[in-house]
């Protein structure tokens, strides 16, 4: 059975950082995507990451978040750098049914999805 599951949230000031941890169960090495939804938003993405570790991210996180993968614990990892209040939301990752040697960054595309976890950024 698939499962995934975020961790590593919390609270934080402007300027700060924290890193994200998603461990995914049941899944054939692959994709592997993050998306937030912020306060009275819409569900976006963030960045996502290839089966061959190609990161992909958004215009407005370019830069300041990277993602990357340990293959022996089948964790994905958002580290998240000069977070602004913007950035405050429930964040999710998320995995595709199929297999796909390049990463997408589109809600319809994915088929499992995590809990989410609370990012607070504020003074």
């Known amino acids: 059975q698939v499962q995934l599951v975020e961790s590593g949230g919390g609270s934080v000031q402007p300027g700060g950082s924290l890193n994200l941890s998603c461990v995914a169960s049941?899944?054939?090495?692959?994709?592997i995507g993050w998306f937030r939804q912020g306060p009275g938003k819409e569900r976006e993405g963030v960045g996502c990451?290839?089966?061959?570790?190609?990161?992909v991210f958004e215009d407005s996180f370019e830069g300041r978040f990277t993602i990357s993968k340990d293959h022996v614990k089948d964790t994905v990892y958002l580290q998240m750098n000069s977070l602004k209040p913007e950035d405050t939301g429930v964040y999710y990752c998320a995995a595709p049914r199929k297999f796909y040697q390049y990463c997408p960054l589109v809600i319809p595309q994915y088929d499992y999805w995590g809990q989410g976890i609370q990012v607070t950024v504020s003074s």
């Open positions: 990451i290839s089966s061959a570790d190609v990161s």
């Open positions: 049941g899944l054939h090495r692959g994709t």
